[in-house]
């Protein structure tokens, strides 16, 4: 896989993604997102990925937003298949049934919030700064910030950000629970590889279900909800992995996964 705006690294099982685009601080345009879709797709379908990491090169940004030269220019019928395509991305990256850790180095604006809203897990550095101030603009976001942050946060202080603009810091978004651990910033990308490792090692297939069970399940009423919880605890009784991990248990050893 080529990409003109994406890095990808491998190291083992955990796959770095950077947003590389720190001229304008990482900003999404299209082309930017189009291959953000393909590399989802590989990484999602790559049996030896178990886990990736999502951030923006350069020392200030994590993405700065939607490219708002392109946004600029758009037709109403451009607006709404744009919206349409990155949510669909985000989508992508939300049900990748690996872990996704966001690590935000910086500036998550706009689709740069909403991008690291639709990633399972979020680090931030303490100097990190997050909002959708898209309203500014005069213009609604478009990645998914109004359906993801009231999911998140709460009604009440998703309409604060999402009316205000304003950017808030690291250690805001852990309060709201915008994010779910703030670090210095030079011990980001460490942490996110531990983290990354650690969740690497866990069993695939139970990662995926539980992946499955809150994303679908929190979008139905709650009886079906823990219907296909029950479901997938079935299923998952089917895997090799799950006498592994039991076995290994009464055995007083560490599990082997083998994502079977
Ligand atoms: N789209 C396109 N270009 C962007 C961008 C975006 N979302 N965000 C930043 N850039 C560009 C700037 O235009 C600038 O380009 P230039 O060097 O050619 O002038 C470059 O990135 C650096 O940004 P700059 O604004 O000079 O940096 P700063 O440190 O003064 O401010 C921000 C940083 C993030 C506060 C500011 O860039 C900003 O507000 N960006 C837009 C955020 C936004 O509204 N996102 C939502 C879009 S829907």
Not at 196 to 216: C, D, F, H
Request: net charge negative; hydrophobic share 45%.
């Amino acid at each position: 896989m080529t990409f003109e705006n994406l890095t990808l690294d491998w190291d083992a099982a955990v796959v770095l993604l950077t947003i590389n685009r720190p001229q304008v601080l990482n900003a999404l345009n299209s082309q930017t997102i189009d291959e953000l879709r393909r590399a989802v797709l590989e990484l999602k379908h790559d049996a030896f990925v178990r886990a990736v990491i999502i951030t923006g090169a350069g020392e200030k940004s994590f993405v700065a937003g939607a490219d708002i030269n392109e946004l600029a220019v758009q037709s109403p019928a451009q607006g709404k298949e744009h919206a349409l395509r990155g949510q669909h991305v985000f989508d992508l990256i939300e049900n990748m049934g690996k872990p996704v850790i966001a690590a935000i180095n910086g500036y998550a604006l706009g689709g740069g919030c909403e991008l690291a809203m639709a990633c399972t897990i979020r680090l931030a550095a303490e100097s990190a700064r997050l909002g959708q101030p898209e309203i500014n603009l005069g213009i609604v976001p478009g990645y998914g910030a109004t359906q993801r942050l009231p999911r998140l946060v709460g009604k009440g202080v998703a309409f604060d950000l999402l009316l205000t603009g304003r950017q808030i810091t690291a250690q805001e978004a852990l309060q709201i629970g915008l994010v779910n651990r703030v670090v210095p910033a030079a011990d980001l990308m460490t942490e996110a590889k531990r983290l990354a490792t650690e969740l690497s090692a866990k069993a695939p297939i139970a990662v995926q279900y539980i992946t499955e069970a809150v994303n679908r399940g929190l979008e139905q009423p709650f009886d079906k909800g823990q219907f296909l919880e029950a479901t997938l605890f079935g299923l998952v009784a089917s895997t090799k992995d799950m006498r592994e991990g039991t076995a290994a248990f009464l055995e007083k050893r560490k599990p082997d996964f083998k994502g079977e």
